[in-house]
Structure formats: C-alpha cells, structure tokens
C-alpha cells in the first residue's frame, strides 16, 4: 500500500466501461463523504463521452476514510496488462456483460493473469458491465463460460465476481466495500 492509499489495477478490453466505472465510483465516494444521499441522476452525466485510454492512467478517490488510487490500462494495451500486477494491491477485471466475444475472450486472460507470478495472492474482483443492456449476458450465463469454479482452490478464494451498470448503479456499494477492504 503506498501512501496514495490502496492500489487497485483495473483491465479489461477496450470499451468494457473500464474510465466510466472509475470516475462514477469516485463521484459516488464523494457523495458518501458529504452524507448526501440520492444525488439527481444528473449527477452522474458527463459533460462529454469517456475517451479510449490510449495508455495507462491514474485516478485518485476516497470512499470513507479508504484513499484508493486507480491505474486503469486501456483495453489497446492488452499485451502489458501483466505489468501492472507488481505494483498493484488488487485488480478489478471488467467485462463487458452485452458482448459475448469479450467473455469468451476472458476465460483465457484471466487464467493467464491469475497464474502470473507477479499475481501471487492478490484478490481479484470480476466486474461484469452494461447490465443495463437489454441483450447483455446474465451472471449465470458468464460463470459458465468462465468455470471459475474449476480453478484450484488458492485462486479460486481470491476471486470475487459482481455486476454493475454505470447507468443503474447496481452494487456500487458492495464494489466499494471489495475496494475498501483492508489488505491482508
Ligand atoms: N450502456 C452502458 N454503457 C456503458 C456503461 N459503462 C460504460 N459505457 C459506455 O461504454 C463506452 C466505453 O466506456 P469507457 O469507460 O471509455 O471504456 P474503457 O474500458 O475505459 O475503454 P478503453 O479505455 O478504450 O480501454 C462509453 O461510451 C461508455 O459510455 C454501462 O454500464 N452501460
Ligand atoms: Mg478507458
């Protein structure tokens, strides 16, 4: 842990939701922190569309007392994913939920991160995305293709799986529970 806090890597392929995941979570601790509740929904509009990140980038937030900083590598740098293990605290895998190729895709690519020796413990949180779409692949439906309940059981323990929507804010807190949990 350094001392911006937790360092959390967050992959996953390129318009998984990856920058809006990030910036909505952040402006959502930051409410926690002024007690305000139920912000307008206008709240969480940007101004203008989410960029592709064309390298690697960092965010700051702060959920409660928890500092987190976030290195996001854009979904075009996939072949250096793996570097950001040895620096990182925990890794947040996005998926995009309404692309079926992308979850096929990441059977593959989480199998290789996990048994990365710079992966060694450290816990892993899926994120499935844009559940909101209509057409998007339910939970069930992902876990089945990842079998993550094959891994062996030291990986299979530091792996945690939820879903979410930037546009519904569906288990924006348990997500900020996972980041904020204090590192073994
Ligand atoms: N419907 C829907 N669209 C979303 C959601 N999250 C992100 N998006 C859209 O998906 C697009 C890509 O989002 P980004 O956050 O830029 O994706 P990224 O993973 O950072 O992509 P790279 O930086 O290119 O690797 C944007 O147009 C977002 O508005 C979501 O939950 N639901
Ligand atoms: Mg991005």
Known sequence: ????GIEVLVIGYTGAGKTVLIQKLSDYGSKIAKKTRSPPDSFFDFEF???????????????????IRFREIGGALRSIWATGLKNTNKVMFLIDSS????????QCELLELLGHP?????PFLIVLTKID???????EEIN?????????????????????????????????????????
């Open 133 to 139: 779409i209509e057409s998007s692949l339910l939970l």
């Open 49 to 67: 569309p989410p960029q592709p990140t064309t390298g690697s980038e960092f965010f700051k937030a702060q959920f409660s007392k928890t500092k």
């Open 144 to 184: 089945n293709v990842l079998r993550l309940d094959m891994l062996e059981p030291e990986m299979k323990n530091r792996i945690r799986m939820t879903e979410t929507s930037t546009k519904t804010h569906e288990n924006f807190d348990s997500i900020i529970d996972w980041l904020c949990l204090p590192l073994a």
């Open 99 to 106: 692309s079926p190729q992308d979850v096929a895709d990441a």
């Open 1 to 4: 842990m350094s001392k911006d």
């Open 118 to 122: 710079d992966s060694q413990s450290l």
